[in-house]
């Protein structure tokens, strides 16, 4: 599956953005989705991840994010609504799956197989 994320952009600090993970043809309905993101000189980090719909519905996210940042998905895509946006959040953002793991922690610890071409956020203090 060849995934897209869109949305990012520069935003003030507090601001909210709305990103986007979709796939062409193809719909993530059967796909558990996480975002990651990447701050320069960092590590990749999981942000957030959503269960497939006939799964258990599960949504999980780092503490980080805990409050500021929602995931949710319907029929078109996946979508991380981010608000109260912090200067720390700036990073690009990637959406990606893997059927071997279900949400949660194990969807951060491994390595994932398909990956979009991520999306750059910018929050400005």
């Known amino acids: 599956v060849q995934l897209q994320a869109s949305g990012g952009g520069l935003v003030q600090a507090g601001g909210s953005l709305r990103l986007s993970c979709a796939a062409s043809g193809v719909t993530l309905n059967y796909y558990n989705i996480g975002w990651f993101r990447q701050a320069p000189g960092k590590p990749r980090e999981g942000v957030s991840c959503?269960?497939?719909?006939?799964?258990?519905?599960a949504t999980f996210y780092v503490d980080s994010v805990k409050g500021r940042f929602t995931i949710s998905r319907d029929n078109n895509g996946v979508y991380l609504q981010m608000n109260s946006l912090e200067p720390e959040d700036t990073a690009v953002y990637y959406c990606?799956?893997?059927?071997?793991?279900?949400?949660?922690?194990?969807?951060?610890?491994?390595?994932?197989?398909?990956w979009g071409q991520g999306t750059q956020v910018t929050v400005s203090s």
């Open positions: 959503i269960s497939r719909i006939d799964g258990d519905g």
């Open positions: 990606a799956t893997d059927e071997r793991y279900a949400c949660g922690t194990a969807f951060f610890r491994y390595k994932l197989d398909y």
